[in-house]
């Protein structure tokens, strides 16, 4: 009776514990945040109107920086974005988020979330010309990342670059205009034989005639 009362303890405590905390222990794997902007705001690659939104970390225990962004009721992802680690010195115990500044007449820019009581927080990596330009007006290095537009216009102006000749290419011509004198000198230089041989036989033949004549 006693193992019978104390199973079933167990299992009260066990559907107790399933009932109120499943939550947090999500929210505290994968970061699960409601933030509420009053105006837009910038994040890599897309501007998010003035509204309340759910930040989580995607969930995958190889990469613990990549954010998901949803709408409010969590029924449509508006954006992911690569994110790098960020520090704080003291944990805070609510949800912090930094900001960068933009040209004048443009939203600011969201440059890192850290969940509450973490020292560790996501820092967003934005597209290499959104992050020259953070940088530029932050006086500070913002991580960036090349996006796919500027991926295919690197591409694009490798392709319409003319390859180089190469030296083995361009020494071709030298070569072969080398064998082609060679060529043509030959047949000089052979047609000299036959002319030296004709001599020489006229020149024995005429020494014979002379040492007969002596003789007679």
Do not use: C
Not at 63 to 91: C, G, S, W, Y
Not at 105 to 127: R, S
């Amino acid at each position: 009776m006693k193992i019978l009362r104390m199973l079933t303890v167990l299992f009260a405590l066990a559907l107790l514990h399933a009932r109120y905390f499943p939550l947090a222990h999500a929210d505290e794997w994968d970061k699960t945040t409601k933030i509420t902007f009053s105006e837009p705001v910038q994040v890599p690659g897309k501007v998010l109107p003035a509204g309340t939104y759910i930040f989580k970390l995607l969930d995958s225990a190889s990469n613990r920086h990549i954010v998901q962004i949803f709408n409010e009721d969590h029924t449509q992802l508006i954006t992911t974005v690569m994110a790098i680690p960020n520090q704080r010195l003291e944990p805070a115990g609510k949800t912090i988020l930094r900001y960068d500044e933009r040209p004048s007449g443009q939203p600011i820019a969201l440059a890192a979330w850290f969940y509450p009581g973490d020292t560790f927080g996501q820092e967003f990596v934005y597209p290499k010309a959104e992050a020259e330009q953070l940088s530029r007006l932050n006086k500070r290095e913002v991580p960036s990342l090349e996006s796919r537009e500027e991926k295919n216009e690197t591409a694009e102006a490798k392709e319409e670059t003319p390859p180089a000749p190469t030296p083995a290419a361009s020494a071709a011509p030298k070569a072969e205009n080398t064998q082609v004198a060679m060529r043509n000198e030959l047949p000089h230089t052979a047609s000299l034989l036959p002319l030296m041989g004709f001599i020489g036989i006229s020149l024995l033949g005429v020494a014979a005639l002379l040492r007969m004549t002596l003789r007679t």
